[in-house]
């Protein structure tokens, strides 16, 4: 994985609540046994209609948010179900960071695994970034900041560990098998 | 020593390393159950790391997802939906093959719905560690293991070292007094549940269902509790061990036997929460007060009694959740203060990881004995054991009978990847677990009830209380 630092980007703006990982990638296009090209099917139902032609009116169809790397969510971002799919369409698509009120557990530790990097911010930093699509932001993880479109800076959590291996390109797995004689030591006390 | 919560219990039982400020805890899994929809990639990243799987005999697979719920052929050919889902059971095979995994496979006698198979072999005990790259391992909660849903970087993770790094969840202590009505069944409890705290209310904790009303569930009603705790959000939902607990699962294949198992249940009856335990949050519910429940949105907290009518989004306060339920009402197509009964449905599921097992069907059964379905109706066992048990009391005919459709165990409609699916448009009362837009089938609309709702509404071709029908049975 590449290290990040800093993401700079445009933002695009989908404020809806409790968006499913249904809808960022419908059942169907789980069949796959790669994690390659699954960009295209990145909310393939409210992308397109079922003629396969995409529909104008959604927003990651429109000229202006072409190539923006940071997506702008309503609450609770990713609930449903387990699959890494979802963050797989949404880094291949070319999202780098989602934005929001909250977001689902498993698909935080998901997108945190892929270099997606999840900001939750506060109801007050949210409502500006919601009211200013297309505005430019820069997320920041040695900060734990990003700024807003109004120039001040919001503060968003985000576990040490994980912030630790996004910036460094550090893999978890890697971590685990260094653990292996404690795991070991574990599996013989028992 | 402070009293502890069953979940602190069990997790301080799994910590190889503990968690600090800088790093998560090392939590050591039991049980890691393998499906063919998340695992390949996993297997992949092992092989491209030269790596094995550590604890082959705590890994236990079989295919649910994208398998035909029609028969094989003369040929013994199954049906599948395309050559990709064909393709992911086949790479399922031979990545258990590779790595010395059990496997049921399509067509044996224990293949299923990964969460029902694992209760079933006895592979789920009180007090485990139990993972699956499947949001709905919070299943297996009802016999009092810790048990969530992991993504396939996890699944990697549980394979290569048979642990995974995680942060300490909170606990929400659900406490449901009273005792559920005639005609009123786990599913409607934990639809009111998620109702009340709603679909992102639980995310971060640890559910602990107590309470008279939870004791007096079956475990198959537990398993249906505890499933749908991720649609609240919650990763995990548990039911302490019982004598319920310990009588159903004596005897199974994967539990100890003689004087092992004595050891064993008197182990698990230390599980319980101690009196006087604390949790990180609380929240009662009367079971007495419940009627059937039924949603009528695109999430599963949108629901209401059967008897209710659709709730309108002028009343909402908020501004974001008035537009969501603005917007599930648009993809719905239903009136704001429509009596939910009575609404025409085209569809009627009987299923899922939810809803799929003995008592579930047996309730279907119970509804559609001597009466014919106005709708398409499909009944699916959760597992080849469930299509077995059932078929020797004589509830395929009974479905069959009805005029509906008694099919080959997987997930089906509920996900609709084999194939089984609504069309756009159509309406469908379904015993399965989520109503997102498209899940079912692009374009169509779910709405989740009990397996007596579903079939009630399978009789009268439209949304229907199963009360009435159930008098006299
Ligand atoms: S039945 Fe539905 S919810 Fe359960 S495992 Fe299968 S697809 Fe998932």
Redesign the interface.
Known sequence: MNPIRVIESRTVVLPRENVDTDQIIPARFLKTTSKEGLGRSLFADWRYDSAGTPRPEFVLNQPATQGCQVLVAGDNFGCGSSREHAPWALVDFGIRAVISTSVADIFRNNALKNGLVPVVVDAAAHQKLLSAPGAPVRIDLESRTVTLPDGSRASFPIDGFARYCLMNGVDELGFLLSQGEAIDRFERSR | MAPRTLFEKVWDAHQ??AET????A?L?IDLHLVHE??S??AF??LRA?G?GV?RPERTLATMD??TPTLPSGADGRWPFA?P??A??VQ?LEQNCADFGVELHPLGSPRQGIVHVMGPELGATQPGMTVVC???H?ATHGAFGALAF??????V??VL??????Q?RPRTLAVKVDGTLRGGVTAKDLVLAIIARLG??GG??HVLEYLGPAVRALSMEARMTLCNMS?EA?A?AGMVAPDDTTFQWLAGRSRVPSGAAWDAAVARWRSLPSDPGARYDREMALDASALEPMITWGT?PGQGIAVTGRVPDPAAEKEA??R??AE?ALRYMGLRPGQAIAGQPVQVVFVGSCTNGRIEDLRAAAQVLRGRKVQTRTLVVPGSMAVKKLAEAEGLDRVVREAGAEWREPGCSMC???NGDVIA?GQYCVSTSN?N????QG??GRTLLASPYTAAASAVAGAVADPRPLLEGR
């Open positions: 190889v390393q400020a800088d790093t998560p090392v050591y929809v998340t390949p990639q992949s990243e790391r790596l550590r997802h994208s395309d990709q889902a393709a992911q790479r790259g499947d949001s391992t849903g992991i993504g396939t970087s996890e990697g993770h290569a070292s048979q642990c995974l790094l942060r679909v992102g995310t971060g991720i959000g990763r999430n974001a959740a537009a969501s917007a996900i609709g990847m756009a989520r997102f837009e498209g899940r692009q374009g």
